[in-house]
Structures are given as C-alpha cells and as structure tokens.
C-alpha cells in the first residue's frame, strides 16, 4: 500500500513540475511588482506586424520606464480571439491589458466588468488630449457614459469600383446614388452578362460580423449616421433601412448580386463593386499588382439614396483598440496607462503603426497633421480613408451584437438579398425580432 | 496477499488512462453539466442558476432543430458513401496480386491530410470563377451554386469525408476480407454459387466483424462532422449544413454562451448515445442472423 500511495504521490509531483514548465503568457494578476519593477502583460493582434509593432514599442518605453516591464505576447487566434481572452479571463489568467477589441466586444467585457472604465483612471484625459482624439473618442463613449476602449486604430471602411470596367460601360466615375448605381447595372448586365455589381458570397451568410460590411456601410449612409442601437434602445431610421433593403433587392432583380463563391470576385473582374479596407493593398501589391488606383479601381463613399440631402456619406469603422482587465492589480493597471499614455503621445508612434501594419490611427489629426504627409504622398490609397475617419461609426455596443446582427441577415438581409421576402416586410420581421432580443 | 498486489498491479497499468479520462472526459463532462444549468458567459463575476432553461431553449432553437437533422441527412448520404467506396477499394486491393500494402497506404493518405487544406482546395476548386465552373457553363450551360444550394453543400461536404476516410475503412475491411478463408468460396463455386450469390451469401455475412467497426466508426464521424463545414460552409445555406459541432462552436466561441453551448452539448451526446445504441443493436440483430453471435 505504502509503495502504491508513494507511486500516487511520484504521478502528482511530476504533474506539477509539467505544471510549472508551461510558459504562461497571461496572468496579469500574478505578476508581482518586484524591487520597484512593476510587470504588465501585453496581448497583441494574432499577426506578426502588430506583434511587432507592440514588441518594438515596449522596447523603447522601457527603456526610458525602467521601473515598467512589458511582457509582450500574441493573443491565441484558435477558437477565436475572443474565447481565448474569456478563457484566460474564466481561468484568472487575463493579460494587464490587450489590443485588437471592437466595441461590441467591449460592451460584453464591460458588463461583465471584466474591463475597466478608463475615464475613471488617473491620467485619461490627458491620453485623449496628447493623441488628438476629443472627436474620435466620442463615437466610442459607451451608453453607461463611460470609456471602456482607448480605440487604436479606424479603418472608414470604404467601397471600391473597377474604374477600367465603368469606362468601357461609358462612366467616368463611380455612382454615388442609388439610382445611378442601378443604371450601372442595367449597362453592366446589358454588356457583360457574366459579370455582377457585387459578387459577394457574403451577402447571404448569416455570421454577425459580415453584417459590418455590407448592410452598416450601407445604413450609416442611407440614415446620415443615425445609430442603430442605443444602449438597449432600438433608434434605427426605419425609412433608411427599408432604403437599404430596397436597394439589394433592386440589385437582385437585375441579376447584379453574385452570392456563389467566386475566387477574389473584385480583382478578376466578375464584380465591380466591393466593400475594402485598407489591409488589402499590401495584398494586392504581392498577388494582384495591376490593381492600380485610378486605373483599374477607384475608391469612393458608400452610395446613398437619391432624395439624402448630406455633404458626405458616412459609413462604419473597422476601429479596434486597447483595454485594461480588471484582474489587474491598481499598480498594473497605472502602468498600462502610462504605457497607453507614452505610445500615443508621440505622432512617430502612430506613423510607425501605419508603415508597419497599413492600420490607420484613430485620430482627428490623420490627414491633416503634417506628420504624415509624406506617408500619405507614398500611398495615396489611403488618404480617402483617413478623411473618411470623423464620417465613419463604430460598432454598436451592445453586449448582445452577435444575436442583433445574426437577425439582421437572418431576417432582413440574406433573404431580400435572395429575393425571398420584401425589403418593408423583412426589415418589420427583423425589427421585432431584435427587440424580442433587447428586452 | 499475492491476489491483492497483482490487483494493485493491475491499477497501476491502468493509471495512465485513468488519469487522462478523469482529466480529459470525467472532470469536462461534469462542468459542461454544471454550465449547463446556468446563464454563465465564464466573463463575468457572478452567475445565476437557470434550471433547464439552457435546454428549453435549445429545444426550441432553429439551429438546434437543423443540427438534429442534418446530422441525419449526413448519416444517410455519407455512411452509405462511404461502406460503399470502402468496399470497392478492398475488393479491388484484395484481388491485387502484388504491392497490396502500397496501394491501401496510397488510398490511407487523404485520411492523414489536413481537413483545413483540403477544405480549401474544394473551395477553389469550387468557386464559381474557377476552370471547372467556366467549362460547365460554357460547355453545358451549367451554373451550379455547389455550396449555395442546400442539397449540393450537403453532398460535397459528404464526399469530401468520405474521400477521406474511404482508405481508412478500407483498410479494416481489407484485413476482413483477407481473413476469409478460400476454401469456402471453392465448396460454393463447386455447389455452384455464382459471383453474385457468393458475395451476398458468403462475402458479406463472413465480413460482419469488419463491417461492423467501419459502420460504427463511420456512424461517430456523422456525429462529429465540424472542419469540412466550417470550412466550406460555415453550417448554411440556411442552417443545411449546420452539424451539432457547428451549433456548440458558434454559440461557445462566436456568441460566448457557454451555458447555452454546454446544454447544446450534452443533447448531442445523448442524440449521439442513443442513434449508435440503435445502430449497435440493429447491426448485431443481422449479425446473430448470420450466425455471429
């Protein structure tokens, strides 16, 4: 018995001694401030140029804060980066603090209080002043009227046009209106049976998330930045939306949406429309490199319906950014913000960001601060989007947004795309069901 | 005294497995029944006991009712596929004269492949600006939405699995058939028993052992079925292809429900713990027919 228990006891030791070989990038919480250094732990995008962006950037802050150390790590991509911050937080193993979080997101952690209100940290506003960010910031005050997100970077999402393919249809630009996109169409179809507007198998997929590109550009337009949900309040423009929906089944009566999945539909040719960000050009400048700005493409604002009496279009934001966890201890979370405060203090920071990752910083500043100019003169690419930036809107935020916006394909989106419903009815259907989900 | 070390002995052997069951089924299996019963999203501090809410939704739930029975539909279009291929493949192998292993490793191969790869190459390969779409419509005036249409996603999806693991479960059944011993079919052909009736009536039972592990075996994939639809369809369109796996993955990891995910769970396992209970039974009822008992 003696030998069994003695066996019993061996098989713990060595599990623990397996135990404390793991390396461990996470728990904040267990950092212990050691001889004045206090540890923070770091969670950066699951993508080599935002590792290496962080890593760089908590280098040099370092070095000038002996007193801090960074500990930068990637976030685990495998289910999604999502679950594995909740498993890290189930398992009090959360990082100090964390990029690459939309505002959806934030609003779970938030109510979860899982996140803390940086508003309520010491040293806040300064980090809003330093960064030039008073405008940017207000479209990410949450509906309890905190500031859970210090955003990062926005990417004004934006829609492109083959120009190439609009010239030989007769068009010297892309349409800018609902009826002009239709006649588009109309040409298209006549000419080139086998090309679509948009060809986007997308359009009828379900998946919350896709619903950021394809109806909130188009409904942020149409409703001149009306919000959608307001805390727990539905406060969509049901005119705008009707609009919206209108205008996809329009499309699909024309035969000018393709929803089959096509090998990159936009670059070959088969649709002319698409939804872009600004990551896709170092893409193209490998796979695609005749994609060529005013050649073969054209960037351009959502299009809007005719009767919209607006100066400029607005659209969403594909804008993540950073947060602290509130497993932090208060001296880990000091030093975040004073981390937080360091990186965007200093414009070069934000410069690198974008040589580095082609991500455009959430500030007021981007197009006009001359910082930048010469970034800008080498990618014209981007200078739409950063003048798009104060147009362009958020995610909302709402603990709820994977069930909010399933609904909106499920019930209004996907099937008018598939001319199964009628866009009034559809968007009634998918009104009732989002309120049956915030009550 | 020498019964009671040999038992000791005998716990000692089994030790390792024992640890990892209890690591990796027992302890898993006991808090996916505790979650189940609460509204838990693993972020927040405190939780609340739900009852069997979690499951009266789930009960209730469009994508719950599809996973039921898409599963089923897989059941039906794949297991058939599959024992079929299988079975062509070991009939072909065995009546090889020379370089058998070679040729079962040859057909094993799909089945140590990457489900993401090869997900992907169907995918290109299915796309609709891909060679193969371009000559169906010019040539035929055929434009298939492959993925988009609820009935073709689900036959793609089936054969994609069934390339995989013909060579797996042809290998079981070449061993089965090599098994058999010739002098049966040689008092058949004497008794004259055409090719027909020895397969039906010599073949088939004799394979039972065989036939039985890969039916089983290919049962549990149907249940199991997550990479390929993940892949290529993401469970649509409509729900067509929206497996138990794809329903848990996307309320636990998409919508971070784990309450919810861990009910949907623990009906999948009974669902999945009842149809191979009755496929178990019904398979041995013909095998006691055929004289295994």
Known sequence: MKKFLSLIVALVLVSAALAGCSTGNGGSGKEASKKGVTTITFWAAPNPTQQAYWKEMADQFTKE?????????????????????????????????????????????????????????????????????????????????????????????????????????????????????????????????????????????????????????????????????????????????????????????????????????????????????????????????????????????????????????YTFADTKGLVIYAQATKAQQKAALQFMKWVFSHPENDLKLMEKTSLLPARDDLSTNEQFTSYFDKHPELKPYAAEIPYAIPAIDNPKYNDIQTQIGQQAFNPVVQGKIDPKKGWEAMKKAIEGELK | MRHKGQGRLGWLFASPYLLYAVIFFAIPLVWSIFLSFTNWNLIAPTFNFEGFSNYIKALKSAGVHAAFFVTFKFLIVFVPMVVVSSMIVAFVVHALPKFKGLFLVGFFLPYLASGVVSSLIVKGILSYNSPVNIFLRHRFGLDIDWLGTPFSALVVVSVMIAWKFTGYYALILTSGLESINQDVYEAAKIDGANAWQRFWKITLPLLYPALYTVLILSVGVTFGIFTEVYQLTGGGPSNATNTWQMEIFKQAFTNLQAGYASAIAIIASVVTFISIYIIRRLMEWWGKRNGWD
């Open chain 1, 65 to 313: 804060h002996p007193n801090i150390k960074i500990k930068v790590s990637p976030m685990k991509e495998s289910p999604t980066s999502e679950a594995s911050i909740q498993a890290a937080i189930a398992g009090h193993n959360a990082p100090t603090m964390s990029e690459n979080i939309n505002r959806s997101f934030a609003a779970e952690l938030a109510q979860s209080k899982a996140i803390v209100p940086l508003d309520q940290l010491s040293g806040w506003d300064d980090v809003v002043k330093a960064r030039k960010m008073d405008n940017t910031i207000k479209g990410w005050t949450f509906s309890d009227g905190h500031q859970y997100v210090a955003p990062l970077y926005s990417n004004a999402m934006l829609f492109a046009w083959r120009i190439d393919i609009l010239k030989k249809l007769g068009y010297n630009e892309p349409p800018k209106t609902y009826s002009e996109m239709l006649d588009v169409a109309k040409k298209l179809k006549a000419k080139y049976p086998e090309k679509y507007i948009w060809a986007k198998a997308d359009l009828v997929d379900p998946t919350a998330w896709k619903r950021w590109f394809d109806f909130f550009m188009l409904y942020h337009a149409a409703s001149n930045g009306n919000n959608f949900i307001s805390g727990n309040k539905w406060v969509a423009d049901d005119q705008a939306g009707v609009k919206v929906l209108k205008l996809m089944a329009d499309l699909q009566k024309q035969h000018a949406l393709l929803t089959k999945k096509a090998k990159d539909p936009f670059e070959t040719g088969v649709g002319i429309f698409t939804d872009l960000g600004p990551w896709t050009f170092t893409m193209w400048k490998d796979k695609y490199p005749e994609m060529q700005l005013n050649k073969t493409f054209v960037l351009s604002t959502p299009p809007v319906p005719d009767d919209l009496k607006s100066d400029h279009a």
